[in-house]
T-cell receptor, first 113, second 115 residues
Framework: GDSVTQMEGPVTLSEEAFLTINCTYT??????LFWYVQYPGEGLQLLLK?????DKGSNKGFEATYRKETTSFHLEKGSVQVSDSAVYFC????????????FGKGTKLTVNP | EAGVVQSPRYKIIEKKQPVAFWCNPI?????LYWYRQNLGQGPELLIR????????DSQLPKDRFSAERLKGVDSTLKIQPAELGDSAVYLC?????????????FGQGTRLTVV
């Protein structure tokens, strides 16, 4: 079945450091891909998405590019802030009759001042 | 605009007891999802509603779990009887019909602890 594999955490960075969180997927067809973020005490929020190969999703300084050849959707940010501390989930939207999101396990990011 | 509202936020019960979670989706959202998130894992879909119809409940453990969405608005998820392994965060999400699962808005979840 469809699955998402995410970089194991936790990840601890200093403010202004470069962030990469790796995400690869296994799916039939060409699923849409997403990054969700969960700030402490809050619900999951959509951070960015890409719906087809070579699409780049971006939001709040975060970027991820849909790479079909490597089945990857790595999350990057050039300069993280303390306020980016959260848990990040990579997800894909399944195709066909079963409409749902399949999530990775999540990566906890802590940014220190 | 209010987001997806879930209650209670936290619940602690003894095993074999029943428990229920309530979800009020965003106004106008036809599609409603219940996900379960185990500790250290990503959310997994339990059931999806389109209006009042459960269109995908293939992942719902029907021996002890049940859900309903009367009038196609609020939804309730019930577990009876609860087991230790049911300890998790139960998330509700909603979206406009046809927007797809990726455009759903999530509630804060109900954290269930079964002791």
């Amino acid at each position: 079945g469809d699955s998402v594999t995410q970089m194991e955490g936790p990840v601890t960075l200093s403010e202004e450091a470069f962030l990469t969180i790796n995400c690869t997927y296994t799916a039939t067809g060409y699923p849409s891909l997403f990054w969700y973020v969960q700030y402490p005490g809050e619900g999951l929020q959509l951070l960015l998405k890409a719906t087809k190969a070579d699409d780049k999703g971006s939001n709040k300084g975060f970027e991820a590019t849909y790479r079909k050849e490597t089945t990857s959707f790595h999350l990057e940010k050039g300069s993280v802030q303390v306020s980016d501390s959260a848990v990040y989930f990579c997800a894909l939207r399944t195709q066909g009759g079963s409409e749902k999101l399949v999530f990775g396990k999540g990566t906890k990011l802590t940014v220190n001042p | 605009e209010a987001g997806v509202v879930q209650s209670p936020r936290y619940k602690i019960i003894e095993k074999k007891q029943p428990v229920a979670f309530w979800c009020n989706p965003i106004s106008g959202h036809n599609t409603l999802y219940w996900y379960r998130q185990n500790l250290g894992q990503g959310p997994e879909l339990l059931i999806r509603y389109e209006n009042e119809e459960a269109v995908d409940d293939s992942q719902l453990p029907k021996d002890r779990f049940s859900a309903e969405r009367l009038k196609g608005v609020d939804s309730t998820l019930k577990i009876q009887p609860a087991e230790l392994g049911d300890s998790a965060v139960y998330l509700c999400a909603s979206s406009f019909q046809g927007q797809g699962a990726g455009m759903a808005f999530f509630g804060q979840g109900t954290r269930l602890t079964v002791v």
